[in-house]
């Protein structure tokens, strides 16, 4: 049986949608390995979400990671970390949230907990969670504001909801150009109406989706990184490990049309991409934000003098 086209209108956001995705996409896990293989972009985005996460969750806090995937923050939460080195974090939970039960299927460590969940509907009891991490994910769900509005409910006191937003498409030229060039030739790729997409959701955009949730943004740490990409394969290789739907409607195409779009591919990496020292090699830039939020503090009642 042929699995839903990746980006159909019909399963976007869908568990089959998901489960599609990921299986084309399950021999990608590389971001927590460290080897030469390792995506430059998407690792250093993911040693930054890591860091600020392991900060905000202490080394004994419930982490859940919503749209965990294949894992690869969760495995990074769940391990020693530079703001707790003699610690292997042993009181921590990491739950690896997801729709999709394939790449959770796959995790297999310890204090990671996999729960195959509806993010608007996150079957844990309320209270009980210190940090929420959603990574690359809150532009893909179908309600965003409805989904923050459900993680508010799981926070304990004092706890965070930590998301990743992409800067503006220029500084993210990584993984617009291939977007753009995918989207003329696989018109799967056209996102339903109404659907929001990866530079929709700025940080003030955040803080509305936010807001109606009893939630305010209380910090944004910014970063970036620039891919070198010196062929088609390595560009599609940074690529492939952040835009996930793009990539699995790419290797779902015909062998004929990947063979063309890796053709054309140079030429338009040459429009828009700059050269490095090295004149074979492109700069590929790619921005984030990552933005906290935490409840919204009740102002100090007035007491009344005279």
Do not use: N
């Not at 299927?105 to 209270?127: C, E, Q, S, T």
């Amino acid at each position: 049986m042929t699995a839903p086209s990746p980006a159909s209108p019909a399963t976007y956001g869908s568990r089959a949608h998901w489960d599609g995705v990921h299986a084309l996409l399950e021999d990608r896990a590389l971001l927590e390995d460290g080897g030469s293989v390792r995506p430059k972009a998407a690792g250093a985005l993911l040693d930054h979400m890591a860091a600020v996460a392991d900060r905000l969750a202490g080394a004994d806090g419930v982490v859940m990671d919503l749209g965990a995937g294949q894992g690869a923050l969760a495995r990074a939460l769940a391990q020693p970390a530079p703001a707790h080195p003699a610690s292997t974090q042993p009181g921590r939970l990491v739950i690896a949230s997801d729709i999709a039960a394939g790449p959770l299927a796959a995790i297999r460590a310890p204090g990671i907990a996999g729960l195959v969940a509806d993010a608007a509907r996150p079957a844990l009891k309320p209270g009980v969670v210190d940090l929420i991490t959603c990574l690359r994910g809150l532009w893909t769900l179908p309600d965003p504001a409805g989904v923050l509005t459900a993680m508010a409910g799981l926070l304990a006191p004092g706890g965070h909801i930590l998301v990743q937003l992409w800067d503006r498409p220029a500084r993210c030229r990584l993984i617009g150009t291939g977007a753009a060039l995918l989207g003329k030739v696989l018109p799967d790729l056209t996102r339903p109406a109404g659907e929001a997409g990866p530079f929709d959701i700025d940080p003030d955009g955040l803080a509305a989706l936010a807001a109606p949730a009893g939630l305010e943004l209380v910090a944004i740490e910014d970063g970036a990184a620039t891919a070198e990409i010196g062929d088609a394969a390595g560009y599609w290789r940074e690529f492939d490990a952040l835009a996930e739907t793009a990539a699995a409607a790419r290797l779902r195409a015909p062998a004929a049309l990947q063979a063309r779009l890796d053709a054309a591919l140079p030429g338009v990496l040459d429009r828009v991409l700059p050269r490095g020292d090295d004149a074979a090699v492109w700069q590929a830039p790619i921005a984030w934000h990552l933005c906290t939020l935490a409840p919204r503090m009740a102002p100090e009642p007035v007491t009344p003098t005279g």
